[in-house]
Each structure stands twice: as structure tokens, then as C-alpha cells.
């Protein structure tokens, strides 16, 4: 009981948050080198991963981001992040795309002791040479203005779906992701692994964080009106594929700050089974593979340990 007990003070650190609102949201990011995730479609609906080289496209991707980004040029970027939050994953997705080289610093989700020297208590956190940059969406808003000062983020139907990530997309992962105790377990085995715990932290939230986990994800999937949650998710992939209306992208023959919203939020699910799951029941995979071929490398900084 005390191990549960722990275990839900920690699901309640990290639902706090992760998302804010609608829970916490266990996230996978694999990044593979110098090519590209791609998704392998077998009649109408996209069955699995394969990973296939893609070293011209990336490079040929990286020219044209390096002369974007040229006129921004910071030291030092540093990302305050948890590897499993949604937000944190938004704000990575848009500085892969734009190849802006970056630094995570992994917050411990207990004590935030990475994180006491700011006033802001949640993540991302974003400092550029210093500067404090806080809320994901306020992060990019930002950053494309360094990047492109005459950026129009009142586009109508861009902001209608950014808007969307936040509102509605991110409501409906943490009902999927701790769908079942399976499923829970699959999430927070990578937690565990991946953020900054003791060991004594690890063995807590595995096991007792996943059995919170899994009665806090019932409570949201009630307060955000879900009945089916793989329905919800499949709702939502379809909306967005629709949204899209025959376009490679929802910026046309690039991505804009939608599409790497939506991507950002969805890429580190995709090896979980409700990613597995979304990109096999809808029409979502094509779009995922374009983006992953698009964004290209992560532009992370890996510390030498």
C-alpha cells in the first residue's frame, strides 16, 4: 500500500505536469541516424515500422533549414524537459524541423530540483543563451518570429489547429495510453527507464504509478466526455488526415507549425500500442511518414558521459 501510495503521489506529479489538463502522457522518441522512420503499408492501412536510409532526402532537408536558420544562431539552447510529455516533444519536434541545436535537461518529476531556479514549475522550459522561454506553443511562437520575423501566426486555419494539438489531440492520449494495466505497465516501464530516478523511484513508479495511472486515465477519459477511447484516437487521426484535404502537408508542400504540433505529439506514442494501433486503423500513416522524412534527424546535443 505504501509503494501505491508513493507510486500515485508520483502519477499525480507527473499528470500535473505533463499535460496540464488532461493527464500525463507516456511518450517514446527513438531517433534513428542519418535516415528515417517509415511506415510500411500493407492494402489500405499501415501495418508496422521499417526503418530504410534516407541520407539524400535528410541532407537535402538540412540545406534548406540551415539556410532558414542561418540569422539565428544562439550559443546555447537548453530544454527542461520529461521525456514523457507531450509539450516537451512539441517544442523538440519544432527545433528537429528547423535544425536548432539543443541540450535536454531531464527534470526529476518528484522534486524538480533541475528546475528550482525558475518561478515556472512546469515543462518545457526553454532557455536560449540564458533567456527563459516557458509554455510550448508561446516557445515556438517565439522562435519562428527569430527565425522568420514576418511569420503570420494568425493564419487562419494553421492557428485553428494548433489550437486543436492543445485542446483536444493531447486529452486524448493519456485514455489510451493507460487503457489497460498492460498498457500502463508498457508506458511506465519506459518512464522509468528513460527519466532522471533513483532506483528505489524506478521500482515505485513502474508498478505503483501504473496502477494510479491507470485509475487517473478512467477519471479523464470521464471528464473529457470519452467512451471509446481507441475511438477517440482514431476520431482524432482522421479529423487531422481530413484536415490535410489531399495536401501532403497541412502547409502545403512543407510542413507549417500544425503539422509539427501534431506530429511532435504523436511521434513518441508510435511505438506504444496505441500508436501502433492508430497508425494500423486509419489513414494517418502516410502523413507520419512524410513528416518523419521531413523533420529528418533529431538536432539534440548528447553530452559525452
Not at 540551415?66 to 519536434?93: G, H, I, M, R
Not at 511569420?151 to 483536444?168: G, I, P, S, T
Not at 487531422?240 to 501534431?262: E, H, I, T
Not at 508510435?270 to 521531413?294: C, N, P, Q
Request: glycine share 6%; net charge positive.
Amino acid at each position: 500500500m505504501r509503494g501505491l501510495n508513493r507510486g500515485m503521489l508520483l502519477s499525480r506529479a507527473l499528470r500535473s505536469n505533463f499535460t496540464a489538463v488532461s493527464g500525463a502522457t507516456a511518450t517514446l522518441h527513438r531517433v534513428a541516424p542519418h535516415g528515417t522512420i517509415t511506415l510500411r503499408s500493407s492494402n489500405s492501412s499501415v501495418t508496422g515500422f521499417r526503418y530504410v536510409s534516407s541520407s539524400a532526402s535528410a541532407s537535402a532537408t538540412c540545406l534548406a533549414q540551415d539556410a532558414q536558420t542561418k540569422a539565428f544562431e544562439p550559443k546555447e539552447l537548453l530544454l527542461f524537459q520529461y521525456q514523457a510529455c507531450p509539450f516537451c516533444n512539441k517544442v523538440a519536434a519544432f527545433l528537429d524541423y528547423y535544425n536548432i541545436p539543443f541540450k535536454v535537461v531531464e527534470v526529476n518529476p518528484i522534486n524538480k530540483k533541475e528546475i528550482n531556479w525558475s518561478d515556472y514549475k512546469k515543462v518545457p522550459i526553454l532557455t536560449v543563451d540564458g533567456e527563459q522561454m516557458v509554455d510550448s506553443s508561446d516557445i515556438i511562437d517565439k522562435l519562428i518570429k527569430r527565425i522568420h520575423p514576418d511569420y503570420d501566426l494568425n493564419a487562419e486555419e494553421e492557428k485553428k489547429w494548433r489550437e486543436w494539438v492543445d485542446n483536444h489531440l493531447v486529452h486524448v492520449l493519456s485514455p489510451n495510453i493507460y487503457r489497460n494495466v498492460p498498457e500502463a505497465l508498457e508506458s511506465f516501464d519506459y518512464i522509468t527507464t528513460q527519466g532522471n530516478f533513483s532506483l528505489s523511484e524506478r521500482l515505485v513508479a513502474k508498478y505503483g504509478g501504473a496502477a494510479a495511472m491507470y485509475f487517473v486515465s478512467k477519471k479523464l477519459k470521464k471528464k473529457h466526455n470519452i467512451t471509446d477511447e481507441r475511438a477517440a484516437l482514431y476520431g482524432a487521426a482522421e479529423q487531422w488526415v481530413d484536415a490535410l484535404n489531399g495536401r501532403k502537408f497541412l502547409g502545403g508542400s512543407d510542413p507549417n507549425l500544425a503539422d509539427l504540433a501534431v506530429f511532435g505529439v504523436l511521434r513518441p506514442i508510435r511505438d506504444l500500442k496505441s500508436g501502433r494501433d492508430m497508425v494500423e486503423h486509419t489513414r494517418i500513416g502516410k502523413w507520419f511518414s512524410e513528416m518523419d522524412r521531413a523533420v529528418g534527424q533529431s538536432s539534440r546535443v548528447w553530452e559525452r558521459s
